[in-house]
């Protein structure tokens, strides 16, 4: 393990222990996190009510009875012989207990991967690694569905883990993987791996052990074992259709896919030996090469792709793959571990867009993680000159603010260099689609919405800016100018914003930024409004008369107000952001468009808006005026927090530069800090050399 001081970021005895002291807050915080997490996994779960929770076993009482005559219980004939006796103790005792050891066989998980993680390994790391993936754990899909009744999943990776990383001596370590592939046969390939990597006393143990279960539970249920080994295959097509969403494997997209017969079955057999080739020799390597945590993650999730059966519960292996480091840059380190959190913890619903065109993708996201990990991802080995030290960030020097009393947040670093886009698009999309549930479940009360509109309509009377009605009736009396104006409004709410980001982080990854940070706040604080004050707009204003000219007439006596109601909170009015985006575009070319042709387009954009989103009823004016305080509000924030658009960057032996010859100084700095060293003597000097200015 690396010295504590060489990843202090203070100098010292006193820099140490202060740095230490804030470790252990964090590791404290992070602790109690997780504590919560389980307990609210354990109160959902015991919020069965008994009969039913005892029922999820699928068992039958006693020990007479199949198995599978029910045709729900997906474990092995050695898992059912394990758990049948179960059944016979009350079913609170039973419920509370295994919750309970479910949970703390997460946490233990959690304590010894983090053990596990590769040397060196920097204090951070080592102090706060478990508490950070145990958390992640207890909010992961395979977490929340194996704590559940009758699932066993969690068990067969602890085991594991403990025979790799924990327990001595070769024929114990070989028991334990025995009995994990006992429970979930596709695990036996850890005896392969084993053999692989040269412990092959430990994998003859771990084979016949599961040999000698097979057997047991052969001669104790002989038809069950005959029903699960032979008629379904290793338990293809119990407890739901093979074909169904649940089955993450490739056996399941086969199916899906609409293949079926000797072909498919042919399909699968070809399929499931490559990848087993490719992801054990790619395990065996990395076990060679001082990585067996990240060996044993690929290694499970190689035996959930190819099992006939790869349940969600069972995916627990992929979360373990953040343990392999990627990219060459620090910049790209964090891509590989925010996907695979994301797919574990968010419903794929969250990750892609509802589109038919996605559905294979949307539909198997846990497999092709599983399937990345395993086959695809370039991990780096630990003789990389990049595996400890990235090429590192290149950050523009903090410049003062205008204002002297805005103190700037020190934290917030400007990043000059362009943000890996992969990253971007994975925030982008899961930030749309958080915003889109937050906005939907907003209060929507209808009695709240209307008494709110006619309180905003009363004070735009008093300030003799209602003009609503009379623009909405003028433009429903002229078709032409009625369909621009829908057109207008259901056109380019996002795709302009999403366009000027695009060009942005091609053409100007500084500005990028500046520009993503500003909009995510408004959106932010919008949210709070949509929250805060739900408001019905004119079109949606009962005695008023306005024409909803986008989505047609309205039904203002029934509270559903067409299929819109089903996707979108109506009441989230307040403040507008069909004028607030609209606004933060015009502001963004305007500022940074380099002709006037494009400024003025820019300039045109947020006063056409406005004009749409009154004329077809969907907003007051005042809405407008809510959208422009939430857009200067994100501006403003970012400018307190990393000071002004335009960093002061001053090179060694210069004086600070003013006007255009600052922009373009600047310019020069991003684009030279851009490049990438290619040798770890070179990326020294030039990180000396950015401390240095």
């Known amino acids: 393990m690396a010295n504590a001081a060489e990843h202090s970021n203070a100098n010292g005895h006193a820099g140490v222990i202060g740095g230490s002291g804030r470790l252990g807050a964090a590791r404290l915080l992070l602790w109690a996190l997780a504590g919560a997490l389980a307990v609210r996994q354990a109160a959902v779960v015991l919020r069965v009510p008994p009969g039913e929770w005892l029922s999820g076993f699928h068992l039958p009482g006693g020990l007479p ?50 053990r596990a993680l590769p040397d060196p390994v920097p204090r951070r790391t080592a102090l706060l690694a478990a508490p950070v993936l145990v958390t992640l754990m207890m909010v992961s899909l395979p977490v929340r569905e194996a704590a559940s009744p009758g699932q066993t999943a969690v068990l067969p990776v602890l085991l594991v883990l403990l025979a790799l990383f924990r327990v ?122 001082g990585q067996l945590l990240l060996a044993v993650a690929v290694t499970g999730c190689v035996a959930v792709a190819v099992s006939p059966a790869g349940w969600r519960h069972q995916l627990l292996w992929v979360l373990l793959a953040v343990a392999g480091k990627v990219g060459r840059r620090a910049a790209d380190r964090p891509v590989w571990p925010v996907a695979v959190v994301l797919a574990m913890t968010l419903p794929s619903t969250v990750l892609l867009p509802n589109l038919a065109a996605l559905a294979p993708v949307r539909d198997n996201v846990l497999l092709l993680a599983a399937l990345a990990a395993a086959c695809a991802v370039p991990f780096l080995p630990r003789s990389a000159p990049y595996w400890r030290e990235p090429v590192p960030t290149a950050y523009g020097r903090p410049a003062e603010a205008r204002w002297s009393r805005v103190p700037l947040l020190p934290l917030w670093r400007r990043v000059l260099s362009r943000p890996n886009l992969l990253l971007e698009l994975l925030l982008i999309r899961v930030g749309y689609s958080l915003y889109s549930h937050i906005r939907a479940a907003a209060p929507a009360s209808r009695s709240l919405a209307e008494g709110n509109g006619r ?95 986008v989505h047609g007439p309205q039904d203002l006596a029934n509270p559903s107000y067409g299929a819109m109601t089903a996707i979108s909170n109506q009441y989230a009015a307040m403040p507008s952001l069909h004028f607030g985006w609209s606004l933060w575009c015009g502001i963004v070319i305007v500022v940074l468009a380099p002709k006037g042709w494009q400024k003025l387009l820019g300039a045109l954009h947020p006063l056409i808006t406005v004009c749409a989103i009154v004329a077809t009823a969907n907003h007051w004016v005042l809405d407008a005026a809510g959208g422009a305080a939430v857009v200067a509000a994100g501006f403003g924030l970012v400018y307190a927090l990393s000071g002004p658009r335009t960093l002061r960057v001053t090179l060694p032996g210069q004086r600070p530069p003013a006007g255009k010859e600052s922009q373009k100084s600047q310019e020069r700095q991003e684009s030279q800090e851009r490049q990438e060293p290619q040798e770890p003597q070179e990326r020294g000097t030039r990180a000396a050399a950015a401390r240095s200015s």
């Open 455 to 549: 309180h905003i309509h009363g004070i735009e009377q008093a300030l003799g800016i209602d003009i609503e009605y009379a623009v909405n009736r003028a433009v429903a009396k002229t078709p032409w100018l009625e369909a621009f104006f829908d057109f207008y409004y259901t056109s380019f709410h996002f795709v302009v914003p999403l366009t000027i980001l695009a060009v942005l982080y091609w053409r100007r990854p500084g500005d990028y930024r500046w520009a993503r940070a500003s909009l995510g706040l408004a959106t932010v604080l919008a949210l709070a409004g949509f929250w805060l004050y739900p408001l019905a707009p004119p079109r949606l204003m009962p005695g008023l008369g306005f024409i909803d000219t």
């Open 168 to 289: 001595p001596g070769e024929r114990p370590a070989g028991f334990l993987v025995g009995l994990a592939a006992a429970l979930q046969p596709a695990l036996l390939l850890f005896a392969a791996l084993l053999w692989l990597s040269g412990r092959r006393s430990t994998a003859g143990t771990a084979a016949a052990t599961f040999a000698g279960a097979s057997a047991l539970s052969w001669a104790a249920m002989p038809r069950d074992s005959w029903t699960y080994w032979v008629e379904h295959l290793a338990g293809a097509g119990l407890g739901g259709a093979p074909d169904s969403l649940a089955n993450q494997s490739v056996h399941g997209v086969l199916l899906r896919l609409g293949m079926s017969g000797p072909g498919e079955v042919l399909a699968y057999a070809a399929l499931a030996a490559a990848i087993a080739w490719i992801g054990l020799r790619r395990a065996a390597r990395y076990a060679r090469d």
């Open 65 to 114: 009875g199949s198995l599978y005559d029910a045709g729900q219980f997906t474990g092995t004939p050695f898992a059912g012989l394990v758990l049948k006796p179960l059944t016979g103790f009350a079913a609170p005792s039973l419920e509370v207990a295994w919750t309970c050891v479910t949970l703390l066989l997460v946490a233990a998980i959690g304590l010894v991967a983090a």
